[in-house]
């Protein structure tokens, strides 16, 4: 991604820009839509809920997400009913080295992550992980997603209590022993790592930008996959990270 629309320091630019406009081009020509990119899951379906899930006796809850870039990520869970906010950020190292620039050296130990508040009396843990594993990216690319390379695009999961790290770590292991994917899924669960929000240029990226070529090839493709997949748990219009507090 672009760590802004003006200027930039980071090599995913590089190179990257024409291709893009290329892709958009041909897909228009020969018609193919851009939002019916599969979802991560083998034959483009949802994958099974997770056997595990957490009681629903809490008014509010986070969780800590990761699978390459931030926009995409945060822009999909803008798009959950249930989600009160989503902030795109850094989890994985420490607060020092939590920027952009320092980060896009794959140095730091962080990954780009996203904290998602919810209400677990409308949507659990569990959906989260089910949404994140389907369309938010895919688990089985190993320190990648897509055009993105890097320790910084690890799939990672940043559980905030013993208990989202039991659900997810036998949510993993369900999906692996059932086969859901090609191959094995790579996702680390990292318990005890704090969340560091990123600069305010990345927060709500894909809504303001939804015709920057990154976001058009990588990311809408996700918002429509969301939309057909989990048609109960989307919502149109995304709660934004500046303006956060509505619970649709």
């Known amino acids: 991604m672009w760590s802004s629309l003006e200027n930039s320091t980071s090599t995913r630019v590089i190179g990257y820009a024409r291709p893009v406009l290329l892709i958009i081009a041909l897909l228009a020509l020969t018609g193919i839509g851009l939002g019916a990119f599969p979802s991560a899951a083998k034959d483009g379906r949802a994958i099974p809920a997770p056997a595990l899930d957490e009681p629903h006796d809490a008014t509010f809850e986070v969780a800590v997400l990761a ?81 993105d390379a890097g320790t910084q695009y690890r799939s990672a999961i940043f559980p905030a209590s013993a208990e989202q790290a039991r659900i997810a770590k036998a949510y993993i292991t369900q999906l692996n022993d059932t086969h859901v994917f090609d191959a094995p899924i790579v996702t680390v669960i990292e318990p005890g790592r704090a969340f560091f929000p990123a600069e305010g240029y990345h927060q709500d990226f894909l809504t303001r930008n939804p015709t920057y070529p990154y976001i058009v090839i990588n990311d809408l493709p996700k918002i429509e996959a969301l939309k057909r997949l989990f048609p109960d748990s989307y919502r149109v219009e995304p709660v934004l990270a500046a303006t956060a507090g509505s619970s649709n």
């Open 67 to 147: 699978g390459g870039c931030f926009w995409g990520v945060q822009g999909v869970y803008q798009h959950v009913r249930g989600v009160t906010n989503a902030v795109s950020g850094y989890s994985g190292g420490d607060k020092e080295t939590a920027q952009y620039e320092t980060v896009s050296t794959g140095t730091t130990a962080h990954a780009e992550s996203v904290k998602i508040t919810f209400d677990p009396r409308k949507i659990t843990y569990g959906r989260l992980l089910q949404i994140y594993f389907s369309v938010a990216h895919d688990p089985t690319e190993l320190n990648r997603q897509g055009p």
